[in-house]
């Protein structure tokens, strides 16, 4: 089982970016992107079932938008109005189980990780 996470980059404020997370090996219940930033805490980003239905950190509601395409085995993470203090760097996870809304944001409920893809927002 593989995730790989791509799309990261440098970008000024207010700017967008788009990352992936491809999945290989099996199917997942649950994706989602957790980030790191320099000297914190890996923090819940956003994440979605299989059925699409979504839930998100309140740092990022209305400016990102999680997808999957699930014929792709591929997750999306849509991200606008960035701001420097998004730059962290941005890993894919995902679960073998499909998590209640409550549960997403729980790291531990996460069996697989991505490598991780640096993000960096500019003043």
């Known amino acids: 089982v593989q995730l790989q996470a791509s799309g990261g980059g440098l970008v000024q404020a207010g700017g967008s970016l788009r990352l992936s997370c491809a999945a290989s090996?099996?199917?997942?219940?649950?994706m989602g992107w957790f980030r790191q930033a320099p000297g914190k805490e890996r923090e819940f980003v956003a994440a979605?079932?299989?059925?699409?239905?979504?839930t998100y950190a309140d740092s990022v509601k209305g400016r990102f938008t999680i997808s999957r395409d699930n014929a792709k085995n591929t997750v999306y993470l849509e991200m606008n109005s960035l701001n420097p203090e998004d730059t962290a760097v941005y890993y894919c996870?995902?679960?073998?189980?499909?998590?209640?809304?409550?549960?997403?944001?729980?790291?531990?409920?996460?069996?697989?990780w991505g490598q991780g893809t640096l993000v960096t927002v500019s003043s």
């Open positions: 996870a995902a679960s073998t189980s499909t998590l209640v809304l409550s549960a997403m944001g729980s790291r531990p409920l996460y069996n697989y």
């Open positions: 979605i079932r299989w059925s699409s239905s979504s």
């Open positions: 090996g099996r199917t997942f219940g649950t």
